[in-house]
Protein backbone atom coordinates (compact mmCIF):
# COMPACT_ATOMS: atom_id res chain seq x y z
CA UNK A 1 0.00 0.00 0.00
CA UNK A 2 1.13 3.47 -0.52
CA UNK A 3 2.24 5.60 2.07
CA UNK A 4 -0.14 8.60 3.28
CA UNK A 5 -0.03 11.89 1.83
CA UNK A 6 2.18 14.79 3.82
CA UNK A 7 2.84 18.49 3.16
CA UNK A 8 4.00 19.67 6.46
CA UNK A 9 7.01 18.66 8.48
CA UNK A 10 8.15 20.94 11.02
CA UNK A 11 10.66 18.76 13.67
CA UNK A 12 11.51 15.69 15.13
CA UNK A 13 8.56 15.34 16.88
CA UNK A 14 6.73 14.53 13.40
CA UNK A 15 9.09 11.22 12.91
CA UNK A 16 6.15 9.60 14.41
CA UNK A 17 5.24 9.28 10.73
CA UNK A 18 8.62 7.57 9.71
CA UNK A 19 7.42 4.77 12.52
CA UNK A 20 3.98 4.74 11.62
CA UNK A 21 3.98 4.83 8.25
CA UNK A 22 6.94 2.72 7.84
CA UNK A 23 5.90 -0.45 4.62
CA UNK A 24 8.09 0.35 1.50
CA UNK A 25 6.45 0.41 -1.77
CA UNK A 26 8.79 -2.47 -2.98
CA UNK A 27 11.13 -4.77 -1.49
CA UNK A 28 15.13 -4.61 -0.80
CA UNK A 29 15.99 -6.45 -3.67
CA UNK A 30 13.97 -3.99 -6.24
CA UNK A 31 15.49 -0.72 -4.04
CA UNK A 32 19.01 -1.86 -4.79
CA UNK A 33 18.09 -2.79 -8.54
CA UNK A 34 16.76 1.03 -9.11
CA UNK A 35 19.60 2.63 -7.34
CA UNK A 36 22.43 0.89 -9.07
CA UNK A 37 20.16 2.28 -12.16
CA UNK A 38 20.11 5.80 -10.76
CA UNK A 39 22.64 6.30 -9.33
CA UNK A 40 24.82 6.07 -13.23
CA UNK A 41 25.17 9.63 -14.82
CA UNK A 42 24.79 9.46 -18.49
CA UNK A 43 26.94 7.60 -21.29
CA UNK A 44 29.42 9.37 -23.12
CA UNK A 45 26.87 9.46 -26.13
CA UNK A 46 24.49 11.35 -24.04
CA UNK A 47 27.36 13.69 -22.57
CA UNK A 48 28.57 14.48 -25.98
CA UNK A 49 24.33 15.34 -27.40
CA UNK A 50 24.32 17.56 -23.99
CA UNK A 51 27.18 19.61 -24.52
CA UNK A 52 26.46 20.43 -27.97
CA UNK A 53 23.38 22.46 -27.35
CA UNK A 54 25.99 24.55 -25.16
CA UNK A 55 29.03 24.69 -27.88
CA UNK A 56 27.01 26.21 -30.54
CA UNK A 57 25.03 28.22 -28.13
CA UNK A 58 28.40 29.75 -26.96
CA UNK A 59 29.74 30.03 -30.41
CA UNK A 60 26.91 32.21 -31.15
CA UNK A 61 27.21 34.40 -28.51
CA UNK A 62 31.30 34.60 -28.83
CA UNK A 63 30.91 35.82 -32.25
CA UNK A 64 29.01 38.89 -31.03
CA UNK A 65 30.93 41.91 -31.55
CA UNK A 66 29.01 43.68 -28.46
CA UNK A 67 29.69 41.09 -25.90
CA UNK A 68 33.52 40.85 -27.04
CA UNK A 69 33.92 44.86 -26.49
CA UNK A 70 32.11 44.42 -23.06
CA UNK A 71 34.78 42.04 -22.26
CA UNK A 72 32.38 38.74 -20.69
CA UNK A 73 33.31 35.42 -20.81
CA UNK A 74 31.58 31.79 -21.26
CA UNK A 75 31.41 29.30 -18.06
CA UNK A 76 29.88 26.13 -17.67
CA UNK A 77 27.70 25.39 -14.38
CA UNK A 78 24.65 24.10 -12.56
CA UNK A 79 24.35 20.05 -12.26
CA UNK A 80 25.53 19.21 -15.64
CA UNK A 81 28.88 20.50 -14.87
CA UNK A 82 28.94 19.36 -11.42
CA UNK A 83 28.35 16.05 -12.36
CA UNK A 84 25.31 15.74 -10.33
CA UNK A 85 22.35 15.48 -13.20
CA UNK A 86 20.72 12.59 -13.57
CA UNK A 87 20.04 11.14 -16.74
CA UNK A 88 17.30 12.26 -19.03
CA UNK A 89 17.21 15.69 -17.02
CA UNK A 90 19.73 17.24 -19.56
CA UNK A 91 19.31 21.02 -18.82
CA UNK A 92 22.88 22.79 -19.00
CA UNK A 93 23.91 26.25 -17.92
CA UNK A 94 26.30 28.72 -19.20
CA UNK A 95 27.09 31.95 -17.82
CA UNK A 96 27.58 35.07 -19.52
CA UNK A 97 29.80 36.92 -16.96
CA UNK A 98 30.34 40.48 -17.38
CA UNK A 99 33.80 42.10 -15.76
CA UNK A 100 32.00 44.50 -13.69
CA UNK A 101 32.49 43.94 -10.31
CA UNK A 102 29.30 44.04 -7.34
CA UNK A 103 30.91 44.17 -4.23
CA UNK A 104 29.64 42.65 -0.89
CA UNK A 105 31.11 44.02 2.16
CA UNK A 106 31.12 40.98 5.42
CA UNK A 107 30.17 43.12 9.03
CA UNK A 108 33.39 44.89 10.19
CA UNK A 109 34.63 45.70 6.72
CA UNK A 110 34.71 49.54 5.53
CA UNK A 111 33.41 49.71 2.29
CA UNK A 112 35.48 52.93 1.69
CA UNK A 113 38.78 51.51 3.12
CA UNK A 114 37.98 48.40 1.13
CA UNK A 115 37.75 50.30 -2.08
CA UNK A 116 41.47 51.54 -1.68
CA UNK A 117 43.05 48.53 -0.29
CA UNK A 118 41.78 46.94 -3.79
CA UNK A 119 41.83 50.05 -5.98
CA UNK A 120 38.02 49.88 -7.50
CA UNK A 121 36.20 53.01 -9.07
CA UNK A 122 32.86 53.52 -10.19
CA UNK A 123 33.04 53.15 -14.04
CA UNK A 124 29.82 55.32 -14.38
CA UNK A 125 27.46 52.81 -16.06
CA UNK A 126 24.36 51.33 -13.62
CA UNK A 127 24.29 47.85 -13.25
CA UNK A 128 20.37 47.52 -14.51
CA UNK A 129 21.55 49.38 -17.99
CA UNK A 130 24.33 46.81 -18.48
CA UNK A 131 22.12 43.72 -17.32
CA UNK A 132 19.26 45.11 -19.70
CA UNK A 133 21.64 45.37 -22.52
CA UNK A 134 23.59 42.32 -21.60
CA UNK A 135 19.95 40.49 -21.90
CA UNK A 136 18.68 42.24 -24.80
CA UNK A 137 21.98 41.07 -26.79
CA UNK A 138 21.76 37.55 -26.15
CA UNK A 139 18.38 37.08 -26.48
CA UNK A 140 18.49 39.04 -30.09
CA UNK A 141 21.26 37.33 -31.53
CA UNK A 142 20.07 33.83 -30.42
CA UNK A 143 17.15 34.46 -32.18
CA UNK A 144 18.24 35.66 -35.13
CA UNK A 145 20.17 32.77 -35.09
CA UNK A 146 18.04 29.65 -33.55
CA UNK A 147 14.72 31.24 -33.99
CA UNK A 148 12.60 33.22 -31.83
CA UNK A 149 10.43 30.28 -31.12
CA UNK A 150 13.42 28.57 -29.52
CA UNK A 151 14.57 31.67 -27.47
CA UNK A 152 12.41 32.18 -24.12
CA UNK A 153 13.78 35.71 -22.48
CA UNK A 154 10.85 35.72 -20.47
CA UNK A 155 12.49 34.47 -17.19
CA UNK A 156 13.77 36.37 -14.07
CA UNK A 157 17.74 35.30 -14.64
CA UNK A 158 18.03 33.27 -17.39
CA UNK A 159 17.28 32.94 -20.73
CA UNK A 160 16.24 29.60 -22.12
CA UNK A 161 17.30 28.19 -25.29
CA UNK A 162 15.41 25.12 -26.76
CA UNK A 163 15.30 22.38 -29.70
CA UNK A 164 18.78 23.11 -30.61
CA UNK A 165 19.70 20.69 -33.83
CA UNK A 166 21.60 17.62 -32.87
CA UNK A 167 21.21 18.31 -28.83
CA UNK A 168 18.91 16.80 -25.74
CA UNK A 169 17.87 18.93 -23.00
CA UNK A 170 17.76 22.55 -22.86
CA UNK A 171 20.41 25.70 -21.98
CA UNK A 172 19.96 28.36 -19.37
CA UNK A 173 22.09 31.56 -20.65
CA UNK A 174 22.71 33.31 -17.03
CA UNK A 175 23.76 37.07 -17.90
CA UNK A 176 25.86 37.95 -14.34
CA UNK A 177 28.19 40.65 -13.19
CA UNK A 178 31.62 39.43 -10.89
CA UNK A 179 30.77 39.12 -7.60
CA UNK A 180 33.92 40.29 -4.92
CA UNK A 181 32.93 39.08 -1.68
CA UNK A 182 35.18 41.15 0.89
CA UNK A 183 35.96 39.80 4.77
CA UNK A 184 38.50 39.90 7.58
CA UNK A 185 39.47 36.28 8.54
CA UNK A 186 39.47 35.48 12.17
CA UNK A 187 42.36 36.82 14.30
CA UNK A 188 43.73 38.57 11.04
CA UNK A 189 44.01 42.44 10.30
CA UNK A 190 44.10 42.78 6.34
CA UNK A 191 41.10 42.25 4.06
CA UNK A 192 40.80 39.22 1.96
CA UNK A 193 38.27 38.35 -1.38
CA UNK A 194 36.02 35.28 -2.37
CA UNK A 195 34.84 35.52 -6.31
CA UNK A 196 31.65 34.86 -7.06
CA UNK A 197 28.95 35.94 -9.61
CA UNK A 198 26.22 38.21 -8.88
CA UNK A 199 22.68 38.02 -11.20
CA UNK A 200 20.75 40.95 -11.67
CA UNK A 201 17.14 39.81 -12.10
CA UNK A 202 14.13 41.38 -14.72
CA UNK A 203 12.58 42.33 -11.18
CA UNK A 204 15.84 44.45 -9.64
CA UNK A 205 16.70 41.65 -6.87
CA UNK A 206 19.61 40.25 -6.70
CA UNK A 207 21.30 36.84 -6.80
CA UNK A 208 24.87 35.75 -5.19
CA UNK A 209 26.54 32.25 -5.92
CA UNK A 210 29.54 30.64 -5.98
CA UNK A 211 29.92 28.28 -8.87
CA UNK A 212 33.31 27.35 -8.73
CA UNK A 213 33.58 26.78 -5.11
CA UNK A 214 30.52 24.76 -5.28
CA UNK A 215 32.46 22.75 -8.18
CA UNK A 216 35.61 22.34 -6.53
CA UNK A 217 34.30 21.16 -2.81
CA UNK A 218 31.93 18.89 -4.75
CA UNK A 219 34.49 17.27 -6.77
CA UNK A 220 36.43 16.87 -3.03
CA UNK A 221 33.85 15.27 -1.63
CA UNK A 222 33.33 12.94 -4.45
CA UNK A 223 36.76 11.68 -3.36
CA UNK A 224 36.78 11.86 0.19
CA UNK A 225 33.20 9.91 0.07
CA UNK A 226 34.76 7.20 -2.28
CA UNK A 227 32.89 8.68 -5.48
CA UNK A 228 29.40 7.78 -3.49
CA UNK A 229 28.77 11.21 -2.65
CA UNK A 230 27.59 11.82 -6.34
CA UNK A 231 25.64 9.15 -6.66
CA UNK A 232 23.76 9.45 -3.75
CA UNK A 233 22.72 13.13 -4.83
CA UNK A 234 21.39 11.53 -8.35
CA UNK A 235 19.56 8.83 -6.46
CA UNK A 236 17.98 11.10 -3.81
CA UNK A 237 17.01 13.25 -7.10
CA UNK A 238 15.52 10.43 -8.71
CA UNK A 239 14.03 8.99 -5.76
CA UNK A 240 11.93 12.78 -5.75
CA UNK A 241 10.17 11.96 -8.73
CA UNK A 242 9.52 8.27 -7.40
CA UNK A 243 7.84 9.85 -4.42
CA UNK A 244 5.32 11.85 -6.80
CA UNK A 245 4.06 9.07 -8.84
CA UNK A 246 3.44 7.46 -5.69
CA UNK A 247 1.53 10.36 -4.13
CA UNK A 248 4.04 10.89 -0.79
CA UNK A 249 4.82 14.56 -1.70
CA UNK A 250 3.03 16.68 -4.44
CA UNK A 251 5.39 19.06 -4.79
CA UNK A 252 9.30 19.34 -5.66
CA UNK A 253 12.16 20.78 -3.76
CA UNK A 254 15.08 22.21 -5.57
CA UNK A 255 18.05 19.85 -6.95
CA UNK A 256 20.11 22.14 -5.53
CA UNK A 257 18.78 21.81 -1.93
CA UNK A 258 18.94 18.00 -2.59
CA UNK A 259 22.56 18.30 -3.55
CA UNK A 260 23.49 20.14 -0.18
CA UNK A 261 21.47 18.36 2.12
CA UNK A 262 23.38 15.39 0.84
CA UNK A 263 26.53 16.77 1.03
CA UNK A 264 26.29 18.01 5.02
CA UNK A 265 26.34 14.40 5.86
CA UNK A 266 29.88 13.15 7.24
CA UNK A 267 31.83 11.05 4.73
CA UNK A 268 32.37 8.13 6.88
CA UNK A 269 28.49 7.76 6.56
CA UNK A 270 28.91 7.13 2.98
CA UNK A 271 31.55 4.20 2.89
CA UNK A 272 30.37 1.55 5.15
CA UNK A 273 30.44 -1.71 3.47
CA UNK A 274 26.96 -2.37 2.89
CA UNK A 275 24.61 -2.54 0.01
CA UNK A 276 22.35 0.67 -1.18
CA UNK A 277 19.39 0.85 0.46
CA UNK A 278 21.46 0.66 4.04
CA UNK A 279 23.66 3.17 2.87
CA UNK A 280 21.10 5.94 0.96
CA UNK A 281 18.69 5.25 4.06
CA UNK A 282 21.70 6.41 6.70
CA UNK A 283 22.58 9.30 4.82
CA UNK A 284 19.06 10.35 4.53
CA UNK A 285 18.46 9.62 8.11
CA UNK A 286 21.83 11.63 9.10
CA UNK A 287 21.30 14.71 6.73
CA UNK A 288 17.73 14.78 8.87
CA UNK A 289 19.62 14.32 11.90
CA UNK A 290 21.97 17.23 11.50
CA UNK A 291 19.23 19.81 10.64
CA UNK A 292 17.06 19.14 13.42
CA UNK A 293 18.92 19.40 16.41
CA UNK A 294 17.76 21.39 19.17
CA UNK A 295 18.74 25.04 19.25
CA UNK A 296 19.90 24.60 15.61
CA UNK A 297 21.96 27.91 14.44
CA UNK A 298 20.45 28.40 10.88
CA UNK A 299 23.56 30.26 9.68
CA UNK A 300 25.97 27.39 11.16
CA UNK A 301 25.36 25.05 7.59
CA UNK A 302 26.66 26.55 4.53
CA UNK A 303 25.93 25.60 0.79
CA UNK A 304 28.61 23.59 -1.15
CA UNK A 305 30.70 26.70 -1.85
CA UNK A 306 31.26 26.93 1.81
CA UNK A 307 29.93 30.76 1.67
CA UNK A 308 26.47 31.42 1.88
CA UNK A 309 24.02 30.19 4.78
CA UNK A 310 22.39 27.10 3.20
CA UNK A 311 18.82 28.15 5.02
CA UNK A 312 19.80 32.19 4.74
CA UNK A 313 16.55 34.50 4.74
CA UNK A 314 16.68 35.01 0.96
CA UNK A 315 16.60 31.33 0.05
CA UNK A 316 13.72 30.01 -1.82
CA UNK A 317 13.49 27.08 0.64
CA UNK A 318 12.99 26.77 4.52
CA UNK A 319 14.60 24.36 6.96
CA UNK A 320 11.41 22.97 7.47
CA UNK A 321 10.39 22.17 3.77
CA UNK A 322 14.33 20.59 4.56
CA UNK A 323 13.03 18.44 6.75
CA UNK A 324 9.42 17.50 5.33
CA UNK A 325 11.41 16.39 2.20
CA UNK A 326 13.95 14.10 4.09
CA UNK A 327 11.17 12.42 6.24
CA UNK A 328 8.99 12.10 3.26
CA UNK A 329 12.33 10.12 1.47
CA UNK A 330 12.64 8.14 4.41
CA UNK A 331 9.22 7.52 4.64
CA UNK A 332 9.46 6.36 1.01
CA UNK A 333 12.15 4.14 1.69
CA UNK A 334 10.37 2.10 4.22
CA UNK A 335 12.00 -0.55 5.97
CA UNK A 336 12.73 -3.86 4.47
Known amino acids: PRPEKTSDFTGLGSLSLLESLNESVRRRSSWNDRFTHWEKAESTTETIAIERGRSVVQGILEANQSLRSEGVRFVPQGSFTNRTNVRNEADIDLRVQHPLLRIEHEAGVDPASASNAYGYYDVGRTYAQIAGDMRATIAAELKSSLGKSYVDDSGKKAIRVKGVTGSRGEVDVVPCFTLHHIYIPQGAYQYERIEGVAIFGL???????????????GRLKRTTTNHQFKRIVRIVKRMQSDMIEHGVITERVPSFLVECLIYLVEDHHFV??????????????????IISQPGLNLNYYPEINGIKPLFGIKQAWTVEKARWF???????????
Open 203 to 217: DGSWTLNYPDQHIAN
Open 272 to 289: MNEDRYDRVKRVLNRSLE
Open 326 to 336: LASAIRHLGDC
